[in-house]
């Protein structure tokens, strides 16, 4: 069992900055990724941002070069620099993660959300 605890969301004015943490602990024997998705009311779960083991990074169009993923891999933890904030930003960002929980068995996991809004 792996259990993902994220914080740091919050209102934030349109222009602003905030940052997003998400940390794994439970049986983790390795962690091959880690990242964010969002949802805003009436859509669907989108793909923000993901960072793999070897911390090749993928991002989504809309936040590439506003956001920054990055990763902490003693502490398991994966963080979410977020600049230049837009009203579209505003959902609920997701983490996962995705690994081993021995050599042969895998796991994958979210966290339990945590609300952004930027306003206008």
């Known amino acids: 069992q792996v259990q993902l605890v994220e914080s740091g969301g919050g209102l934030v004015q349109a222009g602003g900055s905030l940052r997003l943490s998400c940390a794994a602990s439970?049986?983790?024997?390795?962690?091959?990724?880690m990242g964010w998705y969002r949802q805003a009311p009436g859509k669907q779960r989108e793909l923000v941002a993901k960072?793999?083991?070897?911390?090749?990074?993928n991002y989504a169009d809309s936040v590439q070069g506003r956001f920054t993923i990055s990763r902490d891999n003693a502490k398991n933890t994966v963080y979410l620099q977020m600049n230049s904030l837009k009203p579209e930003d505003t959902a609920v960002y997701y983490c996962?993660?995705?690994?081993?929980?021995?050599?042969?068995?895998?796991?994958?996991?979210w966290g339990q959300g945590t609300q952004v809004t930027v306003s206008s």
């Open positions: 996962f993660a995705e690994g081993r929980v021995t050599t042969s068995r895998t796991f994958g996991s």
């Open positions: 439970g049986s983790i024997f390795s962690i091959n990724a």
């Open positions: 960072i793999h083991s070897g911390d090749k990074t």
